[in-house]
């Protein structure tokens, strides 16, 4: 070997493993619910994988949010989107994956699960994928296959697999509805009755797309059902606001609505936009007739901007939980027992 083979050898062996280190989270990484433990970050700094505190409690959710602009929405939730107390401890372990410990690092809240191979290390990708890697570099577990309320740009949704909208805003726990791709081919959202579950599933939008069987966000910002003869049924408009300046997500938020928002990459005081939404009409696509509807019972729902529902309570009528406004609405007065045409508030 000349002295330049050696020198450039060294030289590889040198750069190249920092190179990779530089954003793989190597085993042993530890990451701690409190404030000031810094998150994982993508290479790009876009994505942040930690602990993030939900408003004033002082409870965590383990969460992946973009990490630049000032609105750290939340993509992707673990632990069923169950808050954590502070001292919480996630770690990445070679057999169990990534884990979430109770303070005291006793009992496992949470973890990645079964993941067949030994873990080499873990990458949050400027995708927003977190993903862990095997010994033989293969990908053992990424967040992208265990969506919870967002699908991203280069993320596919399986057939069987859901979307599901959190309980409102800062709950991120199951909430009412959910985006599936059935194994008939067709795409659907969903209202569930909880707690019974099955008893009122009852569809507010089905594409009827048939043979479908993945619903594809493309890496243009382009979403479209795929079909298995490979047509696409394009659901994005054909003009995506560019992909290089721009987050997108699609989100089913908590009032049922899915949503294709975009976001400048931009630093400043910008704010998420609506590309396209579903349904059109959420107040007349879910009716009354199974459970309450958008709202609360004898709540009335009106569309708002972006297709946006919001809730109203009639006159004579107030808000059961005044905090949550998309609750049910009880009379004002209490109607007596012996009162003529009970029940009927309108008279
Ligand atoms: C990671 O991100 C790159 C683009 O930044 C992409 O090409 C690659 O497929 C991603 N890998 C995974 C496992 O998500």
């Known amino acids: 070997m000349t002295y330049f083979t050696k020198y450039l050898l060294v030289l590889v062996l040198l750069i190249f493993p920092l190179h990779i280190l530089a954003q793989t989270i190597p085993l042993g990484s530890s990451l701690i619910a409190n404030d000031e433990t810094t998150p994982w970050l993508s290479q790009s700094g876009d994505f942040a994988f930690g ?24 993509v992707w939730y673990a632990n069923g989107g169950n808050l954590v107390p502070r001292g919480s401890i996630a770690e990445l372990n070679p057999q169990k994956g990534l884990i979430l410990r109770d303070p005291k690092g ?21 995708t927003g994928n977190f993903v862990l890697v095997g010994v033989d ?11 919870t ?5 280069t993320q596919i949704l399986e057939i069987n ?45 089905n594409n009827e797309a048939n043979s479908g069987y993945r619903l594809v966000f493309d890496e243009f910002g382009s979403v479209y059902i795929l079909k298995r003869n490979n047509q696409r049924l ?41 590309l396209w939404s579903l349904p059109d009409n959420i107040c007349l696509a879910i009716l009354d007739d199974v459970g309450s509807g958008v709202c609360g019972f004898n709540n009335v729902c009106n569309l708002g901007e972006n297709q946006r529902p919001y809730c109203e309570c009639p006159k004579g009528y107030s808000l059961i939980d005044p905090n949550n ?11 007596s027992c012996d009162e003529f045409g009970q029940g009927n508030p309108e008279e």
């Open 106 to 126: 006793k009992m496992i809240i949470w973890s990645t699960g079964r993941i067949g191979s030994n873990v080499a290390y873990a990458v949050m990708n400027d």
């Open 234 to 274: 394009v659901l994005t408009p054909p003009k995506v606001p560019s992909i290089s300046e721009n987050y997108h997500r699609l989100s089913l938020d908590f009032d049922g609505v899915l949503t294709h928002y975009y976001h400048p990459k931009s630093t400043g005081d910008q704010k998420w936009s609506t």
């Open 325 to 335: 406004k998309y609750g049910s609405c009880k009379p004002k007065f209490v109607p």
């Open 149 to 153: 309320d967002t699908l991203m740009p």
């Open 161 to 205: 697999n859901k979307l599901v909208a959190r309980k409102s805003e800062s709950f991120f726990v199951p909430g009412r509805f959910y985006l599936r791709m059935l194994s008939d081919g067709n795409l659907v959202l969903v209202t569930q009755s909880k707690p019974t579950n099955f008893d009122y599933d009852a569809e507010y939008y």
């Open 51 to 74: 602990f993030k505190k939900i408003q004033s409690q002082n409870q965590f959710l383990l969460c992946i949010y973009y990490a630049k602009i000032k609105d750290a929405t939340i």
């Open 137 to 147: 570099s293969s990908v053992l577990w990424e967040s992208f296959r265990y969506p």
